[in-house]
């Protein structure tokens, strides 16, 4: 039994890793219930959940109740004033920033990462096999090392204080493990498939849109996923690369609400449950996607 | 490879043109590589960032390395990195199993499980700032006089309280390679192991982990090397103490070059995090050598 | 299908996201949309003089829309953080905001600062308003860098009159005092001290002023001038010993070290009866005013003079703080962003409006002639006092985490943290501060 080596999986339930629970998990299920397992579970529910509660039920209580009242029981009176305050300190621009960025960062980062994967896979020449090194390389060195040098050039661009500071280094930084994903991806579409489509004298361009493209969506999805919770989660950037209000994005407008709304910890805490509100919104309604996108590309 | 692939390569000649990876490869060289030779170019000068560059040989150098709190922000780095990993890979690894089988109630949790993958680090570091405070937070909220501890002022504890933090953020994202991972294990094996009456534990230890050798390599290199990079996390919540003791490397090196305004050592620092992060890399890449060659194998 | 869901849902997000932003676009602020893109831009501090500095720059861009001023605040600590990258990449705002000292002189040496001397000279109007020795605080080599502000801010020792009450206790006037009401608190479950170590510049009030009531203004004044070793002097090792005792002896609130100041939770423990006494500027009189004004109101905050020390050389009458905060003019700005910045500095501070707006809000304000103003105040106790010791002190002391170079202020702050936390011993301070001489 132990000496079970390892078994080539399909590359086909590889490439698209269902999101229904497959069968042998059934089969262990039903075996006798797992207790153990079972308060493992319950146990690290009460660690995920006992903050998301205080987070959500303090931003609910107004500043006197939350030096007086139990810091662990809903408030008496609940209270939007909070978000009310959230919402009136330029919210819904630092919402908009995010979204720029992430959509800026992330559309370009996949359109140039699965160019690049692309021909890496299916190319042959030395100059694109040292590309891919390089990138490899990228993903050893922790590159938020190097935010001097950036902090210098994009104040010599003029960029500083700009959306496109932010934008210009995320895209960079998502490359290589866009290309990593991708290209491991692509290298399992079979090879007879492109061939027949260049014997219908298809070119490379429609090779990739039309073939590849279909055939790594799951990574696309995985890749765009990722890269998206990275930018806009991102804070680093924002702290070093921009200044004015009208360039903050989510995370650092959290980290300056900290400061600006000082001992009101429950008008802080609500900006932090508006800030991660959207992205809930999306977890709630493509949850799936979402899952089994992140899974796809790093189950391989 | 085929056969067949080989000879129609020959057909094919040249592969696609290297321009496909020309846009990925400029950004690459324009905001990671020309950086990441500035950072060792900025090491050998000294700049306040206000004034001029001026080269000053080793002097920044000299500086770092004679610096008692380089050899602590190191030795807290490699504290960080360890424990975080001792934490998060069997809690993930446990995790995954247990939410990729197929009950209800397990799947529901999963559910939760994935909520703190939506929250940025500042967001994070907010909540649980509010929430260890020893006055108005869990403690005294649940009236449990252990948990009113002076979580993130007393310098002893302080360090486990951050890889606590990181374990809550980031257990999720592993939880979720693991749950992908377990379920590719064909349900075949389990039936075979069933069959020879091997208990659950056994069929863990004898088919589940071996299953997952290339899960776990894949896993721990992004916990490894992703601990180099938690910055954005310990900058909100503790500012890297008391005193130095939660400044780790990469937080150390932003507070001496945006803070002490002394670019040249920051840019030391930041050379000396690029080896690091390569040097692990390498050593991984030695252990999980093997996964890479495999795949791309599989991919033929 | 789940191409689908996916893609329905992202054209959801992108339109409430786009709805969002035309509001946003539509309800723009009346600062914001009368600022053009060549204004003059100004960064203050969230906090008590936030209010204050607000109704200035709208009475002013009200009178004067060709010279309007775009003003945006941030958090004490995300200020410091931000405005020297900004500055650094040429993009800081019209009036840098300061303190004055070593920071100051480190915009100066990198030319990013006007010379305001002619400035001076040509408006006695303006010289004349301010107190001259605060004025000083903007003077380097010379020449006028700064100009103050805002309002005296000296460090006081604050204290809960009803928890000395209830122990019946008398506010400590000497540092043996002091010590010996740290048992009693204990005794009776209230913290002797709040502080919010977690910022690391409250830590410092006790050191300066140990130091200064110890050894004398000259202590410091050595090390400002980078003199070798100036940080050996036995009053820095003394002041350093007499705060790990203090520390021994629990006289800290528990959780010091957490405890954020920008956050006013260091306040809030002394008013919500939780910490006797805290050791804070002159500020934190105008939050507590508004976070807890019944407290105010009711006469339940107390407030004296930093103890003495038997046998210290320091005058008991001298002082630590900020004599105020200072605009400074970026150089990098545009001729006509000079010109609106000058214009408000020579017409539109200090105005009639601006100085009862300060006094209101609890504050002194560093302008002459304003003792009437003072008298009439609901606060005239704490601002006749904090005049008073302004005025009277012999020395007053800037904040040494201002007064020094950016890299020795970072150094100092950290270890004085390992002082607070007994991570490292008076000599090995004394030994890693020395070492930063220079630099």
Not at chain 2, 124 to 143: H, T
Not at chain 2, 201 to 220: E, G, R
Request: proline residues 6%; glycine residues 8%.
């Amino acid at each position: 039994m132990a000496s079970t080596t390892q078994i080539p999986v399909p590359p086909a339930t590889r490439v698209a890793p269902s999101s229904k629970p497959s069968k042998q998990g059934r089969g262990r299920g039903r075996a006798r219930p797992n207790f153990l397992g079972g308060l493992g579970g319950w146990l690290w529910l009460a660690v995920i959940i006992v903050p998301i509660y205080y987070v959500v039920v303090t931003s609910l209580k107004n500043q006197a109740g939350f030096f007086t009242s139990n810091p662990m029981l809903p408030p008496a009176e609940p209270t939007l004033d909070n978000y009310k305050l959230v919402l009136e300190n330029d919210f819904a621009m630092y919402f908009v920033n995010s979204l720029l960025v992430t959509v800026g960062s992330v559309v370009p980062a996949l359109l140039v990462s699965f160019m690049a994967a692309y021909a890496i896979v299916r190319g042959k020449s030395r100059f694109l096999g040292w590309t891919n090194k390089l990138f490899l390389l990228g993903l050893a060195i922790p590159l938020h090392a190097t935010i001097i040098p950036i902090y210098w050039m994009i104040t010599k661009a003029h960029l500083y204080d700009t959306l496109l500071a932010l934008i210009l280094p995320s895209i960079a930084f998502a490359i290589p493990i866009s290309v990593l994903i991708l290209s491991n991806f692509m290298r399992d579409v079979p090879n007879e498939l492109f061939e027949s489509m260049r014997l219908d004298g298809c070119s490379d361009w429609a090779m990739m849109w039309r073939l590849a493209l279909p055939m790594t969506r799951p990574a696309v999805v995985t890749v765009g996923i990722y890269n998206a919770l990275g930018v806009w989660n991102g804070f680093l950037f924002p702290l070093i690369l921009t200044q004015s209000p009208s360039t903050r994005v989510l995370p650092l407008s959290l980290w300056t609400f900290q400061g600006e709304f000082s001992v009101n910890i429950p008008a802080v805490l609500a900006s932090v449950v508006l800030a991660t509100l959207p992205l809930l919104v999306i977890y709630v309604v493509a949850r799936r996607q979402l899952i089994s996108g992140l899974t796809a590309g790093f189950s391989k | 490879m085929s056969v067949s692939s080989a000879s129609s390569r020959r057909v094919l000649e040249r592969g696609p043109s290297g321009w496909l990876a020309a846009p990925a490869l400029f950004f690459f060289l324009l905001f990671a590589i020309i950086p990441l030779a500035g950072v060792f170019f900025l090491s050998f000068t000294k700049w306040d960032g206000l004034g001029e560059i001026k080269l000053d040989g080793f002097s920044s150098w000299t500086t770092v390395l004679t610096d008692p709190v380089t050899g602590n922000a190191l030795w807290v780095t490699a504290k960080i990195m360890f424990f975080s990993f001792i934490v998060q890979a069997p809690i993930s690894l446990l995790l995954g199993v247990f939410t990729s089988a197929s009950q209800k109630y397990r799947a529901v949790l999963a559910v939760l499980y994935f909520v703190p993958l939506l929250l940025s680090s500042a967001a994070v570091a907010i909540a649980y700032k509010a929430l260890l405070d020893p006055n108005f937070g869990l403690g005294p909220g649940l009236g449990i006089p252990f948990l009113a501890q002076d979580w993130l002022g007393n310098s002893d504890l302080v360090l486990f309280v951050v890889v606590f933090v990181i374990a809550w953020q980031f257990v999720p994202f592993h939880t979720l390679i693991y749950q992908g991972g377990v379920r590719q294990i064909p349900a075949s094996l389990y039936e075979a192991a069933q069959i020879d009456g091997a208990g659950r534990v056994q069929q863990f230890f004898a088919i589940t982990l071996p299953q997952l050798k290339y899960t776990i390599i894949t896993s721990s290199t992004l916990m490894v090397v992703g601990s180099l990079a938690y910055f954005d996390l310990v900058f909100v919540l503790t500012g890297g103490g008391p005193g130095y003791s939660t400044r780790l490397l990469p937080l150390h090196m932003y507070l001496t070059g945006f803070k002490a305004n002394d670019m040249g050592a920051a840019s030391a620092l930041g050379v000396i995090l690029v080896v690091i992060g390569l040097a692990l890399a390498l050593i991984l890449q030695r252990l999980g050598g093997k996964n890479r060659n495999a795949s791309q194998l599989e991919g033929a | 299908m789940v191409k689908l869901t996916l893609r329905s849902a992202a054209m959801a997000v992108t339109a409430a996201a786009m709805s969002i932003s035309l509001a946003a676009c539509g309800s723009g602020g009346p600062s914001s949309a009368s600022a053009s893109s060549d204004s003059a831009t100004m960064w203050g501090l969230t906090g008590g003089n936030q209010p204050v500095l607000q109704k200035s720059i709208d009475a002013w861009n009200k009178a004067h829309p060709d010279e309007s001023i775009k003003l945006d605040f941030f958090a004490n600590d995300a200020y410091k953080t931000k405005v020297r990258t900004a500055v650094g990449a040429g993009q800081g705002p019209t009036f840098i905001y300061g303190w004055g000292g070593g920071v100051l002189k480190s915009y100066v040496d990198a030319g990013q600062v006007a010379d305001l001397s002619d400035f001076i000279a040509s408006n006695p109007d303006v010289k004349s308003r301010y107190l001259p020795s605060v004025l000083k605080n903007g003077v380097i080599d010379g020449k006028t860098y700064a100009l103050p502000n805002n309002n005296v801010q000296p460090v006081v020792l604050y204290f809960n009159k009803d928890v000395f009450d209830k122990i019946g206790a008398q506010a400590p006037k000497t540092w043996d005092d002091l010590m010996a009401l740290v048992p009693k608190f204990k005794a009776a479950g209230i913290a002797p001290f709040s502080l919010g170590g977690q910022s690391k510049w409250p830590d410092l009030m006790w050191l300066e002023y140990l130091v200064e009531r110890i050894g004398g203004p000259e202590v410091f004044a050595n090390i400002a001038a980078n003199k070798p070793n100036a940080w050996s002097d036995p009053a820095v090792k003394e002041a350093l010993t007499k705060i790990q005792d203090l520390v021994d002896a629990g006289g800290f609130v528990n959780g010091f070290s957490s405890i954020a100041a920008d956050s006013n939770a260091d306040q809030a423990l002394l008013y919500t009866g939780k910490a006797a006494m805290i050791l804070q500027g002159g500020w934190i009189y105008q939050s507590m005013k508004t976070d807890a004004a019944d407290f105010v109101k009711n006469g339940k905050l107390g407030f004296t003079a930093f103890p003495s020390v038997s046998g210290g050389k320091g005058d008991p009458a001298n002082i630590v703080g900020n004599p105020s905060n200072f605009w400074s003019i970026s150089s990098k700005a545009t001729d006509s962003q000079k010109k609106a910045a000058l214009d408000y500095v020579k017409s539109g501070m200090f105005t009639d409006a601006d100085t009862q707006a300060l006094i209101d809000s609890g504050a002194v304000p560093v302008t002459t002639g304003i003792e009437s103003k003072l008298a009439a105040s609901p606060d005239k106790d704490f601002l006749s006092y904090l005049y008073g010791m302004a005025k009277n002190a012999p020395t007053f002391t800037l904040s040494w985490d201002q007064a020094l170079s950016p890299a020795q202020g970072d150094a100092m702050l950290a270890n004085l943290d390992q002082i607070f936390l007994k991570k490292i011993s008076p000599d090995q301070f004394v030994s890693t501060m020395n070492a930063t001489i220079g630099k």
